[in-house]
């Protein structure tokens, strides 16, 4: 069974387990991943986020006291998706679409908000923020992608290893920053409010978003390694559905990242209405 015995190779605990695989294969028979599949997949959770999307921007538009209650509800059921494909990936089939329309709902939210904060002092976005945004994200997938098909930048496990550290590092840093705004403060430079101070705080803001932009561009290499190793190994039909889910948290938060790096921009240099 060479398929099992690549797949036993993996550095993921969970598709260590061989009752996962065998639920996987035993569920789509005896086809396996293919490259057209992931990107079908992903595709699929893109359109559906896109849809999210424009639910929340409509949420926001019309029934604005909503926007909160659902923020919360939609932020705790992403966790229980998120945590419930990491240990089953096999449930990606069933589950990534509730975690692409609830983020894109949430990803709608905020970019809104954000052009109404722009509206309201004056400031233009050409074209608005999402459309900023999704080229800025489109543009660092294709990048990405061809660092990765001419071997540039390859996942080795040192290249890993400092990408999760950085991430470790940005995670406490944004969960400090949200434990200082429940008290009322902000976490210097790297809130959106730093953009409104201008002068140096408002350039070293921009540089950080820049470097967290970065490195969750990063994660795109370790994604792409992750499905080439997938689908090399004779991984079962469903796991395309598992590197699409992966595929789409990471996009999700490139987009994040975008949409503030151009909200600053905007208050930075562009011009008033």
């Avoid at 240990?87 to 809104?112: E, H, S």
């Amino acid at each position: 069974m060479r398929m099992k015995r690549n797949m036993l190779d993996t550095s993921n605990p969970v598709l260590k387990n061989p009752e996962i695989w065998d639920a996987g294969l035993s569920a789509e028979g005896a086809e396996t991943a293919s490259i057209q599949g992931v990107v079908n997949k992903t595709g699929m959770l893109t359109v559906i986020c896109l849809i999210g999307g424009m639910l929340g921007i409509w949420i926001t538009q019309n029934q604005p006291a909503l926007a909160w209650p659902l923020g919360i509800a939609g932020l705790i059921a992403t966790i229980v998706v998120y945590f419930m494909i990491y240990r089953n990936p096999m449930r990606a089939k069933q589950t990534a679409w509730i975690y692409a329309i609830v983020q894109g709902a949430f990803l709608g939210v905020l970019t809104n908000a954000l052009d109404s904060t722009l509206a309201n002092m004056g400031y233009a976005a050409v074209g608005g923020l999402a459309l900023q945004a999704f080229v800025i994200t489109m543009s660092v997938l294709v990048s990405m992608l061809a660092l990765y098909y001419f071997r540039i930048l390859q996942p080795t496990k040192k290249f890993t290893a400092a990408v999760q550290v950085l991430t470790l590092g940005i995670f406490v840093t944004y969960m400090i920053s949200f434990v200082m705004s429940m008290f009322g403060t902000q976490m210097p430079f790297l809130s959106l409010g730093s953009a409104m101070e201008g002068g140096t705080s408002a350039l070293i803001g921009i540089g950080l978003n820049v470097l967290i932009l970065g490195v969750a561009s990063l994660w795109l290499i370790i994604d792409f390694g992750m499905v080439e190793q997938q689908v090399k190994s004779g991984a079962p039909k469903q796991m395309e559905w598992f590197c699409g889910f992966i595929l789409m948290v990471t996009l999700v938060w490139i987009y994040l990242e975008a949409v503030k790096l151009c909200f600053r921009l905007a208050i930075m240099f562009g011009n008033r209405d």
